[in-house]
T-cell receptor, first 115, second 118 residues
Framework: QQQVKQSPQSLIVQKGGISIINCAYENTAFDYFPWYQQFPGKGPALLIAIRPDVSEKKEGRFTISFNKSAKQFSLHIMDSQPGDSATYFCAAKKDRGSTLGRLYFGRGTQLTVWP | DSGVTQTPKHLITATGQRVTLRCSPRSGDLSVYWYQQSLDQGLQFLIQYYNGEERAKGNILERFSAQQFPDLHSELNLSSLELGDSALYFC?????????????????FGPGTRLTVL
């Protein structure tokens, strides 16, 4: 059972455009929502993360929007660049503040940014 | 570079064999997590160790086992290998070692070990 559902599976965006990846979850115990970026042959790298007590977090060209009532969150990549071409994973975790920390991952979105 | 190291980078073996994957966490991190990444299952949590003790278990087969040593490095042992065990195996470690509402224990991933079972 996939606890975090991610869409779309793949995304093609023109350079300079906005890339949007959506995720949804059911478990209200989740209290931390990170996004990871993975390049071929590499491990996932933490990109940006959000807590459920804020509705938006921005770091440079990357923004997470969080809708607690809808149990949805999304990643927006502004001014997308060819170097952003990678696979993006949303994830969720519960038990904030404890040493338990398993991440529940979405299935990933393969982003391609055309020059 | 996340600071998490994994060896070997690639491993090719035959069905029925046993292999050991090794992970060294970031300096100071007490938690180590193992994940399996495959095309059909995506990224799946296997097991977590905290300061030498098993802390949480996920979708880990009985043929698989892990341990964390006093120097905090961890090993994942895979035995009686099957074709379906071919995957990328990632180790991650937590940046935070404290408990409390302000700690999120962000996880940083190593480069992975690609296991191919022939």
């Amino acid at each position: 059972q996939q606890q975090v559902k991610q869409s779309p599976q793949s995304l093609i965006v023109q350079k300079g455009g906005i890339s949007i990846i959506n995720c949804a979850y059911e478990n209200t115990a989740f209290d931390y929502f990170p996004w990871y970026q993975q390049f071929p042959g590499k491990g996932p790298a933490l990109l940006i993360a959000i807590r459920p007590d804020v509705s938006e977090k921005k770091e440079g060209r990357f923004t997470i929007s969080f809708n607690k009532s809808a149990k949805q969150f999304s990643l927006h990549i502004m001014d997308s660049q060819p170097g952003d071409s990678a696979t993006y994973f949303c994830a969720a975790k519960k038990d904030r503040g404890s040493t338990l920390g398993r991440l529940y991952f979405g299935r990933g979105t393969q982003l391609t940014v055309w020059p | 570079d996340s600071g998490v190291t994994q060896t070997p980078k690639h491993l090719i073996t035959a069905t029925g064999q046993r292999v050991t994957l090794r992970c060294s966490p970031r300096s100071g991190d007490l938690s180590v997590y193992w994940y399996q990444q495959s095309l059909d299952q995506g990224l799946q949590f296997l097991i977590q160790y905290y300061n030498g003790e098993e802390r949480a278990k996920g979708n880990i087969l009985e043929r698989f086992s892990a341990q964390q040593f006093p120097d905090l490095h961890s090993e994942l042992n895979l035995s009686s290998l099957e074709l379906g065990d071919s995957a990328l195996y990632f180790c991650a470690s937590s940046v935070a070692t404290r408990e409390g509402p302000s700690s999120y224990n962000e996880q940083f991933f190593g480069p992975g070990t690609r296991l191919t079972v022939l």
